[in-house]
């Protein structure tokens, strides 16, 4: 395990179609976060779990949006009804919980998202 | 969510010394301060971190007000591999606010 991996590293589709995104976070590691970044802007920060449980969710993530770590492990960002402005970066980071205000967060290389 | 300060770009000779500085003017007692940097098409990666006293390890310094109100970032001798967007959070349960980072160039 070398690191955080998400899939697909991108993705162009057409307004109004549904997406989904995969993380796999570093095994170890029982946190999990979904940032979204538009160019030329800091990540903005979406939602996290702790384990299996989804413990905070920005306003940025609408209904349209749903994410989900049912075993704890690998997570999945869904997007439903695109819009042109979801085009964007979406990158997953995984962390030790007990390390949250001193650890690192690790990230992946992003899943880039452009809706035509 | 706090939040921190930065320039939004500089510039750098390579082999000189770098110091990108960062205000974070409503911390609080327990945030811890993180840079990262990100290189075009990857995700971010950390840099360093503190809390009240000066760090060092193999990539960077670490320089934190006594006030803890600002901290700098410090390359020692910048190379072209540095050039990146450099970022200073403020970390609050891991949940981080990233502003608009700092895009550093270096000039050969």
């Known amino acids: 395990d070398t690191g955080v991996s998400q899939d697909p590293r991108h993705k162009i589709t057409k307004r109004g179609q549904n997406v989904t995104f995969r993380c796999d976070p570093i095994?170890?590691?029982?946190?999990l976060y979904w940032y979204r970044q538009t160019l030329g802007q800091g990540p903005e920060f979406l939602t996290y779990f702790q384990n299996e449980a989804q413990l905070e969710k920005s306003r940025l993530l609408s209904d349209r949006f749903s994410a989900e770590r049912p075993k704890g492990s690998f997570s999945t960002l869904e997007i439903q009804r695109t819009e042109q402005g979801d085009s964007a970066m979406y990158l997953c980071?995984?962390?030790?919980?007990?390390?949250?205000?001193?650890?690192?967060?690790?990230f992946g290389e992003g899943s880039r998202l452009t809706v035509l | 969510d706090a939040k921190t300060t930065q320039p939004n770009s500089m510039e750098s000779n390579e082999e000189e010394p770098v110091h990108l500085p960062c205000n974070h003017s409503t911390i609080s007692g327990t945030d811890y301060i993180h840079w990262y940097r990100q290189l075009p098409s990857q995700g971010p990666e950390y840099v360093i971190h503190?809390?009240?006293s000066n760090v060092n390890n193999r990539m960077a310094s670490l320089a934190i007000a006594e006030d803890r109100k600002s901290s700098t970032l410090i390359l020692h001798r910048a190379t072209l591999r540095d050039a990146a967007v450099y970022y200073c959070?403020?970390?609050?349960?891991?949940?981080?606010?990233f502003g608009d980072g700092t895009t550093l160039t270096v000039k050969p």
């Open positions: 980071a995984s962390s030790f919980s007990h390390l949250v205000q001193t650890g690192e967060l690790f």
């Open positions: 503190g809390l009240t």
């Open positions: 959070i403020l970390s609050n349960a891991g949940k981080s606010t």
């Open positions: 095994s170890e590691h029982n946190r």
